[in-house]
């Protein structure tokens, strides 16, 4: 199975500051099509995960544009340019490529 | 509004079977498949499989081969997740989510396992 190892896994911010978060999977996530699939979901406390960013940097409907994708291969990164109070949560990567489909930890971001 | 409705919660004994409901709304059923997440409390996101909404295809997480079955029922845009030979550790949030990049969730189901 590939391997998703995120960093931090916990992420206290001023609220303004930005933020960013380090995804790396054990093997290439770039698919036979040409896309890499790659998404980033947010967890609130006590909410299902919502779903940001697919395929590395492409942005979920009704995202905020303060959140942005990036990265290739096996490194990506969520980054938060100005952390604001609903952004508390824990913050997945998620690979769909390779079978299983496989997440890493979580990076828990709270308001320092 | 695209939305998946999932059924409520379930207190099992250990050893007994569950069967969850996802019902989908608001796009056409079989042209996204269904993937099922669970989450133990406090504790991260796994993966337990996914199944073609189109043909009923499925593949599952390899610790849960022989305990799972996901289904689906293309009538009333509903997919199913079952669990039998519950345990303890199977003490979890239970989660759909449209298609293998899980791009919507449903709003959880909390399954209880316990004597």
Known sequence: DVVMTQSPLSLP??????????????????YTDGNTYLNWFQQRPG?????????????DSGVP????????????????????????????CMQGTHWPQTFGQGTKVEIK | ????????????????SVKVSC?????????????WVRQAPGQGLEWMGWISSY???????????????MTTDTSTSTAYMELRSLRSDDTAMYY????????????????????
């Open chain 1, 13 to 30: 911010v001023t609220l303004g500051q930005p933020a960013s978060i380090s995804c790396r999977s054990s093997q290439s996530l770039v």
């Open chain 1, 47 to 59: 909410q299902s995960p919502r779903r940001l960013i697919y395929k590395v940097s492409n942005r």
């Open chain 1, 65 to 92: 544009d303060r959140f942005s994708g990036s990265g290739s291969g096996t490194d990506f990164t969520l980054k938060i340019s100005r952390v604001e109070a609903e952004d508390v949560g824990v913050y997945y």
């Open chain 2, 1 to 16: 509004q695209v939305q998946l409705v999932q059924s409520g919660a379930e207190v099992k004994e250990p050893g007994a």
């Open chain 2, 23 to 35: 019902k989908a709304s608001g796009y056409t059923f079989t042209s996204y498949g269904v993937s």
């Open chain 2, 55 to 69: 043909n009923g295809n499925a593949n599952y997480a390899q610790n849960l081969q022989g305990r799972v079955t």
């Open chain 2, 96 to 115: 759909c989510a449209r298609d293998r990049q899980c791009g919507i969730w449903g709003q959880g189901t909390m399954v209880t396992v316990s004597s």
